[in-house]
């Protein structure tokens, strides 16, 4: 594929992105889910009213600086409401999150370049990740989960390039990656979790070069294979590790505090944060006594409870929107509206087989070279896909595993951090059957394709709040866990 074929699909991956994102963006004259949180913070900022929130404030900044951007450039929208606190249009605490989220497919196709140099793996990363559901249902609405995938991402994709880079050029990108780990942290506790991958992975590299050492210092050096910038793990020293992804997050999380901390002045920045684990552990059990789509960890893979963030019904569709008010009675004719945070329901259960499928590549593959070498040795270099494998299994992990401790009620937005990975997983997986000379394998990587971006087609109505007669409504829930 040349290079302009290459520009060329990614412009069309973020074109595709933004008008899933912004068509209708103004659709329903409300606050949707939790922007009675965010969205009334958010505006808090520009009023100056003190408010204390669960989470750290840089998703609510952000925010806050859509809807004074907004409040600056006219859009072409006719509904305001004054539900924030202040008279503004669902445009203007909306679109900053459609425009930014619009990027998330384009970094996740970065990271799959950055891993591979392969330009059709990554441009199946950005196609898959752009017709995912609960990214564009997440971007669509202004809430903050995204931010915390864009600045993780963020991160790892210049941690990449830094691996790819030397001397001051491999600094200013470690720079600017712990600047971007930070801020992810900074939207919520969670985005930690980015950056525990980095720092998983390159502590392997470092044990994994230690005890090879010992145990092969008989063996001859092998020249390492180039092609994957993860053999470069180990030319990233401890203090820039802990200098640059370490130190500076902190820094950059600290001083994003100050805005908040100026507003409102009831808790320090100590006390804030006994606050907000207060709050969390206030949450409860996760059951669904605490909040009907309370979903453990175990259940967001296999998309067993998705949420309803907006769900109304009309007479018919030529009725105004429901905004407000009571549902019809069960029985009355009716046009549903329904926003649904539901990922693409093959596309995570086409993922979760792919990250099964890596794990396994990697068990088998270090079997077979153990019964090659007939004696434990360890390999010295391992083979691009072997990287890749390592490096999604690991951050798929570091995302997912520590949920599995978690007892408050959580919810299957919190698995966006860890799907981002089995995404680029299904890509690998897809791009290594079309690269294969075996027909049926090609088959394959085009069917599971044309499945994944057939499903997309199929559910965008209940992405997008479309309005669907009943039958219509009940076609696309196929369990009832997902009512």
Known sequence: MSKNWFRIGLV??????????????????TLVFDEVYYAKFGNNYLTHVPFFDGHPPLGKLIIALGIWLGSHVKFLYESVNGLTGSLRSPWDYRWINAFLGSFIPLLNAGIAYQLSSRRRFA??????????GIFIVESRYALINIYIVIFGLLGHWLFLLALNNQKQKRKLFLIISGIAFGCSIATKW?????????????????????????????SEEVHQQAGSPLQKLTQIYAWQIILFLGVLPLIVYSLIWIPHLQLDTKYGFIEVHKQILSFHERLGGNNANVHPYCAAWYKWPLLIRPMAYYYKTAHSIHEPLPVL???????????????????NPFLWWFSVAAMLFLIGMLIVSMVMFLQQKKQFTLPKNFTVDTWIALYLVVNYATNLVPWMRVSRCAFIYHYMTAVVFAF????????????????????????????????????????LGLPLTNEAYRLRMWFNSWI
């Open 424 to 463: 680029l997983a299904i890509a690998w997986f897809v791009d290594q059957c079309l690269r294969s000379y075996y027909r049926p394998l090609q088959a394959i990587g085009v069917a599971l394709s044309v499945i994944v971006l057939a499903a997309f087609v199929f559910w965008l109505p209940i992405y």
């Open 12 to 29: 069309s991956i973020f074109l595709l992105s933004l008008a899933v994102r912004f068509w209708g963006l103004d659709r329903f004259n």
């Open 325 to 343: 008010g009571p549902d019809l009675p069960a029985n009355a004719g009716k046009i549903i509206y329904d926003v649904h945070a539901m990922g």
């Open 190 to 218: 969670n985005g930690l979790f980015f950056l525990a991958g980095v720092y998983c992975l390159w502590l392997f590299a470092w044990i994994w070069q230690i005890i090879g050492r010992k145990i092969n210092h008989n």
């Open 123 to 132: 441009l199946i990363a950005g196609l898959f990740t752009a017709v995912d």
